[in-house]
T-cell receptor
Framework: AQSVAQPEDQVNVAEGNPLTVKCTYS??????LFWYVQYPNRGLQFLLK??????LVKGSYGFEAEFNKSQTSFHLKKPSALVSDSALYFC???????????FGAGTTVTVRA | DTEVTQTPKHLVMGMTNKKSLKCEQH?????MYWYKQKAKKPPELMFV???????INESVPSRFSPECPNSSLLNLHLHALQPEDSALYLC?????????????FGDGTRLSIL
């Protein structure tokens, strides 16, 4: 079985400040990890993925995520947040032997000007 | 712009109507998915097609009927829906059989059942 936890329903930051969105996962084997963002009235947009290799993954729009196997975490980060980063963010995991993508509950990010 | 196109963007239907949702992708992806999403919740998987064959049905009620006419198209036929079926219906695609490839989502069809 696989699962994802996003412990924060909401994250509020000021523009220009660092942004972190937390994600922890549970899988029986090796994980494939993904971050998606959803803007109002849009579908999910792929930001980045971790498959193997470097623990620091760089993605779209200046986002990056750090894979930590010992803490089973995959936190999303952006050094300097923009108002336009305000959206709903989903972490997702797929076990290497599973077809299904399991999503976290989502974190709403609000960046204030 | 999304590479997965869904039509219509909005649909209002009565409980006795029959309608269809359409999804198209031209990325050569061989896996296609239907999801249901309620407001501010994660998407819930409904169906998975792999190489035009239905691989997964997540115990979806028979009032939802998927169809994959070819590798680029995915339909979802709707009949006798209930008010609780009102939601955003998302289509996604990915390179079939390769679990480490991301799913690409369309912008969805917002369905309202009267």
């Amino acid at each position: 079985a696989q699962s994802v936890a996003q412990p924060e329903d909401q994250v509020n930051v000021a523009e220009g400040n660092p942004l972190t969105v937390k994600c922890t996962y549970s899988v029986s084997g090796n994980p494939y990890l993904f971050w998606y963002v959803q803007y109002p009235n849009r579908g999910l947009q792929f930001l980045l993925k971790y498959i193997t290799g470097d623990n620091l993954v760089k993605g779209s729009y200046g986002f990056e995520a750090e894979f930590n196997k010992s803490q089973t975490s995959f936190h999303l980060k952006k050094p300097s947040a923009l108002v336009s980063d305000s959206a709903l963010y989903f972490c997702a995991v797929r076990d290497i032997d599973d077809y299904k993508l399991s999503f976290g509950a989502g974190t709403t990010v609000t960046v204030r000007a | 712009d999304t590479e997965v196109t869904q039509t219509p963007k909005h649909l209002v239907m009565g409980m006795t109507n029959k309608k269809s949702l359409k999804c198209e992708q031209h990325m050569g992806h061989r896996a296609m998915y239907w999801y249901k999403q309620k407001a501010k919740k994660p998407p819930e998987l409904m169906f998975v097609y792999s190489y035009e064959k239905l691989s997964i049905n997540e115990s979806v009620p028979s009032r939802f009927s998927p169809e994959c006419p070819n590798s680029s198209l995915l339909n979802l036929h709707l009949h006798a829906l209930q008010p609780e079926d009102s939601a955003l219906y998302l289509c996604a695609s990915s390179q079939g059989g390769i679990g480490n490839q991301p799913q690409h989502f369309g912008d969805g069809t917002r369905l309202s059942i009267l």
